[in-house]
């Protein structure tokens, strides 16, 4: 997990902040789709911000051969990541994700949303920590 929303989620305690991630692979990267489909693939494994930092590291090299390295290198089943590519296991999770993005009026990423809203100011954890506290707040 990224490090704003591991110490987030550290603040707060798992059992009262999560993260959802959705994909939302953007069209001029011909290859997101599959990467997204392979960061699914890792997720299966338990491995999917190790997966995901590889890919944003990487984001020029996403092909089928790429994709498998970073699998490598992670250490994920190679057997069954490439299984799950081969059989497009996660393509429609990541078609299903994209219609929710695009409903959501998500145009690029990363895009954050706090409790149903676009969250648009500084990716810092104190101020995140400062609007999820208001939200909180709300509630009560």
Same mark, same amino acid.
């Given at each position: 997990?990224?490090?704003?929303?591991? @110490?987030?989620?550290?603040?707060?305690?798992? !059992?009262? +902040?999560?993260?959802?991630?959705? &994909?939302? *692979?953007?069209?001029?990267?011909? =290859?997101?789709?599959?990467?997204? @489909? #392979? #960061?699914? #693939?890792?997720? %299966?494994? !338990?491995?999917?911000? @190790?997966?995901?930092? /590889?890919?944003?590291? &990487?984001? =020029?090299?996403? /092909?089928? +051969?790429?994709? /498998?390295?970073? #699998?490598?290198?992670?250490?994920? &089943?190679? !057997?069954?990541?490439?299984?799950?590519?081969?059989?497009?296991?996660?393509?429609?999770?990541?078609?299903?994700?994209?219609?929710?993005?695009?409903? %959501?009026?998500?145009?690029?990423?990363?895009?954050?949303?706090?409790?149903?809203?676009?969250? /648009?100011? *500084?990716? $810092? +954890?104190?101020?995140?920590? $400062?609007?999820?506290?208001? $939200?909180?707040?709300?509630?009560?």
């Amino acid at each position: 997990m990224g490090p704003l929303f591991e @110490e987030v989620i550290k603040h707060y305690g798992e !059992d009262k +902040a999560s993260l959802v991630f959705k &994909n939302f *692979p953007l069209g001029f990267h011909k =290859q997101a789709q599959l990467a997204s @489909e #392979a #960061a699914m #693939a890792a997720h %299966a494994q !338990d491995k999917f911000w @190790e997966y995901s930092q /590889e890919l944003f590291a &990487n984001q =020029q090299k996403l /092909e089928r +051969a790429s994709l /498998e390295d970073y #699998a490598r290198k992670v250490g994920l &089943n190679m !057997d069954k990541f490439t299984a799950a590519l081969d059989n497009k296991t996660y393509e429609e999770r990541v078609k299903e994700d994209m219609s929710i993005c695009q409903k %959501a009026g998500v145009q690029g990423t990363p895009t954050i949303f706090v409790n149903g809203r676009k969250y /648009e100011g *500084p990716r $810092e +954890a104190p101020k995140m920590i $400062e609007l999820i506290d208001k $939200e909180i707040l709300k509630k009560k």
